[in-house]
């Protein structure tokens, strides 16, 4: 439909935007749940049910109209936007608590290694995001010269670029949202879980992988570095094809210097972006469970770490380019009009 021009666009919208408002309409149906049996509605019976979960769905459907908005009058993504001022928003808060943990006592030694190592952790988190992030491989390409009419072309050089974070904060929306599953559906149905199963909830919960307390529970950390890899060679293969890529240069009369067009070119494509996607995701798992060590072994709540500061970060980015983009239009405008 993207393709289709305008009209195309406009029906993907229009689909988009209906299965954003049935969504909300079932994660609001399930919160209002939880509201229900945690005792925190005032309204019992059906329409209390439909006042929290239509009232939940009407700001959710707020939020997209004012992202698109954003969107179309302003600079950047809209919803994006949106989510960067409440992950910083929230920022401040975090570093108040993490203050407030690690500066108990009159120590004052104490106090000035604990702020220099909160300062170094966010430091080093933020240098090595903005590098996940903007770091890519560059394949070179050559174009071989050709006779066309009385004229030679070709004989250009380019080169494709391959991001080494090629996919992003999905593996870690993924391998999070699977391992929420087995909690959800027990909150859901009022399962009462003893035993084993109880073990096994508690491998899978985060806040416990690296409490001291529960050294066990450290299992679920594999079982997540495993599922993030998964999904990030899986997203990588569903957005990225060697084989078309190989196609489309041979097609062009481009190669990659020292490698035959065709086969050739595919399986050398697939071994950089294995060795890439590997490398791009033990960052992304470094950056994921730093606030998971500080929830577990400190117990102190962080949202600068994970997905939230690789969406702060590559929204940044992201904005800034579009800035720079639209200064270089705003430059050459006169000297194009002449």
């Known amino acids: 439909m993207s393709k289709d021009g305008d009209d195309g666009r406009k029906k993907l919208n229009k689909i988009t935007r209906y299965v954003t408002i049935l969504l909300a309409l079932i994660e609001s149906i399930g919160l209002t ?25 009407a700001g959710s459907t707020f939020v997209m109209w004012l992202g698109e908005k954003i969107t179309v009058h302003g600079v950047g993504n809209g919803i994006s936007v949106i989510l960067l001022i409440n992950i910083v928003s929230g920022m401040p808060g975090d570093f108040t608590r993490l203050y407030q943990k690690f500066m108990k006592g009159e120590d004052i030694a104490r106090q000035l290694i604990a702020g220099a190592i909160i300062v170094a952790v966010v430091v080093v988190t933020v ?21 066309q009419g009385r004229r030679l072309i070709g004989g250009s050089s380019s080169h494709i670029p391959l991001k080494v974070n090629t996919s992003g904060v999905i593996p870690i929306i993924f391998a999070s949202s699977i391992l929420s599953v087995p909690a959800i559906v027990t909150n859901l149905f009022s399962v009462e879980v003893t035993g084993v199963w109880s073990k096994v909830m508690m491998v899978l919960n985060q ?119 639209k200064m270089i239009v705003r430059n050459y405008s006169g000297f194009l009009n002449d």
């Open 33 to 57: 749940v939880t509201f229900e049996r945690s005792g925190h509605m005032t309204i019992s019976g059906v329409f209390g049910y439909l006042v929290v979960a239509v009232t939940l769905t």
């Open 127 to 147: 240098v090595l995001v903005v590098l996940l992030q903007d770091a890519e491989r560059k394949i070179p390409v050559q174009y071989a010269q050709k006779v």
């Open 207 to 325: 806040n416990y992988w690296f409490n001291p307390s529960f050294p066990f529970a450290s299992l679920g950390v594999l079982v997540y570095i495993l599922l993030v890899l998964f999904f990030a060679y899986f997203y990588t293969s569903v957005t990225f094809n060697p084989m078309e890529v190989a196609n489309n240069m041979k097609r062009g009369g481009g190669f990659i210097p020292g490698i035959r067009p065709g086969k050739p070119t595919q399986d050398y494509l697939n071994k950089v972006l294995n060795y890439i996607v590997f490398i791009g995701t033990v960052g992304l798992i470094i950056v994921a469970l730093i606030p998971v060590i500080f929830n577990g072994a400190f117990g102190a709540q962080v949202s600068f770490g994970g997905t939230s500061l690789i969406i702060v970060v590559g929204v940044v980015i992201e904005t800034i380019k579009q800035i720079e983009s």
